[in-house]
Nanobody
Framework: QVQLVESGGGLVHTGDSLRLSCAASGLTFSSYAMGWFRQAPGKEQEFVAAINRIADNTDYADSVKGRFTISGDIVKSTVYLQMNSLKPEDTAVYYC???????????????????WGQGTQVTVSL
């Protein structure tokens, strides 16, 4: 049974940092590209960042580029999202997702992912 468990969310102030973690189990981590998505109240789900199977290629939404960093630890089967210089507009539930791939690419399309975590709330106050 595949499980993705996010942690690390919380309430912070503008300019603060948070690191989200997503621990994967029940899958061969090196066969999956991993992504982070977020959804704010009343808004559609939004791509945030992705990392490929061997963690040597990353992709970011323009809104987070330069502030967020995605990384992966194949040994721990865990993907991280380091979030710096947080803004109120980053407030959302953050989800990690896993996409089985045979190549070295990533995807920004949520429907292309196979497994999802339960989400972790990030709230950024003024």
């Amino acid at each position: 049974q595949v499980q993705l468990v996010e942690s690390g969310g919380g309430l912070v102030h503008t300019g603060d940092s948070l690191r989200l973690s997503c621990a994967a189990s029940g899958l061969t981590f090196s066969s999956y590209a991993m992504g982070w998505f977020r959804q704010a109240p009343g808004k559609e789900q939004e791509f945030v960042a992705a990392i490929n199977r061997i963690a040597d290629n990353t992709d970011y939404a323009d809104s987070v580029k330069g502030r967020f960093t995605i990384s992966g630890d194949i040994v721990k089967s865990t993907v991280y999202l380091q979030m710096n210089s947080l803004k109120p507009e980053d407030t959302a539930v953050y989800y990690c997702a896993a996409q089985r791939r045979r190549d070295w690419s990533t995807s920004r399309v949520g429907t292309e992912y196979d497994y999802w975590g339960q989400g972790t709330q990030v709230t950024v106050s003024l």
